[in-house]
């Protein structure tokens, strides 16, 4: 099992406690080959292997600091951007509640003045029909009363201008006696 030095070092492992051990499994740990070629490789770049991997490891940790900073910061983000939605959400649900409610409302209320105004039409058709009812029988009462004034005057003058025709033929009869009397006469 392999545990990482305080000092920064490559990790040691703590199961092969065999001389040389250590050191093979040090540069077998940073990568180099096993045996002889591993431990000149480890004297020659062992020290910079190291270096780099420590400043690989800052780095890593570093970047993982990063990381973890950016995560918070986009979570808080989130969270005051889901915080305003909510907020939003609920601003405009009430704005809806109450347009609907206003809108309820009106319709209460148109629908009242338009029961209303089909009253006021129902009454006054009625009194137009009441109107023009009373008006026909008028009408027709005035219509009736002339009718019989015209046949009065026709018979009227019908007597007369029969009288007038018995006249003239009593004056006919007149002159042709008359005239029937001078014609003897001469």
């Known amino acids: 099992m392999a545990n990482t030095s305080t000092n920064g070092t490559s990790p040691k492992t703590t199961t ?5 051990a250590g050191s093979r499994n040090k540069e077998r740990d ?4 096993d045996g002889d070629l591993g431990r000149i490789q480890g004297l020659l770049f062992g020290d910079s292997v190291r270096i780099t991997n420590q400043r690989l490891d800052t780095l890593e940790q570093a970047l993982l600091g990063a990381i973890s900073d ?12 889901d915080k305003q939605l909510t907020g939003e959400k609920t601003a405009r649900t009430e704005a809806i509640a109450e347009t609907e409610a ?6 209460k209320a148109a ?3 338009a029961a209303k105004q089909q009253a006021e039409i129902e009454r006054t058709a009625a009194k137009f029909d009441e109107s023009l009812t009373s008006l026909a029988a ?3 009462a005035a219509l ?3 009718r019989q004034d015209l046949w009065s005057r026709i018979d009227l003058t ?25 014609t003897e006469n001469d």
């Open 16 to 20: 092969d406690v065999r001389p040389g």
């Open 30 to 33: 940073l990568g180099f080959a």
């Open 70 to 81: 950016l995560r918070a910061d986009m979570e808080k983000g989130l969270a005051k951007l």
């Open 102 to 107: 206003k809108l309820a409302g009106d319709t």
């Open 111 to 113: 629908k009242k003045a």
């Open 138 to 140: 008028t009408a027709n």
């Open 144 to 146: 009736e009363q002339t």
């Open 158 to 182: 019908e007597k007369k201008l029969q009288s007038n025709k018995v006249d003239r033929d009593a004056l006919a009869t007149m002159l042709a006696s008359t005239a029937q009397q001078l």
